[in-house]
């Protein structure tokens, strides 16, 4: 039922890791536990990711699951202002870009949550 759904923020259920190359961000969604990916594959979408950073106007979104790892890969391009030597952001690197994505929200089975 739809009731038995709570919405959590995905740092409730996963680890964020970004990287840069040039203008291109690389976002890794690494889930807490491995019960928590089939949540993080059917709702953290190209479509979503790019939602989420729609503000920095992403030219391509894609996404690359590592199932062995319980990870998502997220490469985006075009979002980090030219890169490091061009951009005149705070984090020219997009470190900090983790934390954007991992205030995603998500819907969650409560019984899943419970059992932490």
């Not at 709702?43 to 790892?69: I, K």
């Not at 998502?72 to 934390?99: I, M, P, Q």
Request: net charge negative.
């Amino acid at each position: 039922m739809a009731s038995d759904l709570i919405r959590l923020p995905l740092h409730r259920l996963a680890h964020g890791r970004a990287g840069d190359k040039g203008d291109t961000l690389n976002v890794s969604v690494i889930a807490c536990r491995p019960e928590f990916f089939p949540l993080l594959l059917e709702q953290v979408t190209e479509e979503r990711v790019a939602e989420v950073f729609r503000d920095r106007a992403p030219t391509t979104v894609r996404r690359y699951a590592l199932p062995g790892l319980h990870a998502l890969n997220f490469v985006l391009e075009g979002v980090l202002d030219g890169g490091v030597n061009e951009s005149l952001g705070l984090d020219t690197h997009g470190k900090t870009l983790a934390f954007l994505l991992l205030g995603l929200e998500i819907e969650v089975p409560a019984a899943l949550t419970l059992s932490r």
